[in-house]
T-cell receptor, first 109, second 115 residues
Framework: DAKTTQPNSMESNEEEPVHLPCNHSTISGTDYIHWYRQLPSQGPEYVIH???SNVNNRMASLAIAEDRKSSTLILHRATLRDAAVYYC??????????FGTGTSLTVIP | DTGVSQDPRHKITKRGQNVTFRCDPI?????LYWYRQTLGQGPEFLTYFQNEAQLEKSRLLSDRFSAERPKGSFSTLEIQRTEQGDSAMYLC?????????????FGQGTRLTVV
């Protein structure tokens, strides 16, 4: 299984940026870096993914290190609705999405 | 299409009974995944299908578990002779699995309680 390492929990103040780190030192060239989040009592929800270059979408930005051994999910302005468990996943075609324990994000009003 | 649909949302069963869950993926998606999630843990992979073919099964999927996707559309997950340890959220996901750059869409899950 492709492994990722994330902090168990993080806190952020509302309307401030949040940087969620992920280490994936065993990443291979064909692995895409995916981020999902899971709100309480919901199924996981796609956030963003990338391969080598930094990516932006309406939800977040993904910054990928040059050696691809780490990445950072950036929420530009945290809201209370962003409180969730965030999972960093390495995925390649023919494999399944392997979830670790993720980072539980608490947003403080 | 409103996304991945799972039925039922909640199921309470007595130990030893059989249960069956259904998943309806997004219509054009050829890949379908089943995951199990217990409290405080991330989802654990159980099995996945590409069209009607079951391509991979986790060692977590004991002989009591069986999954089908008969026509490459909806899928069912059956648990025979349920045990209390089977109590969990069962999640289904689908993706257009042609390349690894596509995302998976998850359903809301079926919460199973074995009493």
């Amino acid at each position: 299984d492709a492994k990722t390492t994330q902090p168990n929990s993080m806190e952020s103040n509302e309307e401030e940026p949040v940087h969620l780190p992920c280490n994936h030192s065993t990443i291979s060239g064909t692995d895409y870096i995916h981020w999902y989040r899971q709100l309480p009592s919901q199924g996981p929800e796609y956030v963003i993914h990338g391969l080598t270059s930094n990516v932006n979408n309406r939800m977040a930005s993904l910054a990928i290190a040059e050696d691809r051994k780490s990445s950072t999910l950036i929420l530009h302005r945290a809201t209370l609705r962003d409180a969730a468990v965030y999972y960093c996943i390495l995925y390649f075609i023919g494999n399944q999405f392997y979830f670790g324990t993720g980072t539980s994000l608490t947003v403080i009003p | 299409d409103t996304g991945v649909s799972q039925d039922p949302r909640h199921k309470i069963t007595k130990r030893g009974q059989n249960v069956t869950f259904r998943c309806d993926p997004i219509s054009e998606h050829n890949r379908l995944y089943w995951y199990r999630q217990t409290l405080g843990q991330g989802p654990e992979f159980l099995t996945y299908f590409q069209n009607e073919a079951q391509l991979e099964k986790s060692r977590l999927l004991s002989d009591r578990f069986s999954a089908e996707r008969p026509k490459g559309s909806f899928s069912t997950l059956e648990i025979q002779r349920t045990e209390q340890g089977d109590s969990a959220m069962y999640l289904c996901a689908s993706s257009l699995g042609l390349v690894a750059s596509t995302e998976a869409f998850f359903g809301q899950g079926t919460r199973l309680t074995v009493v």
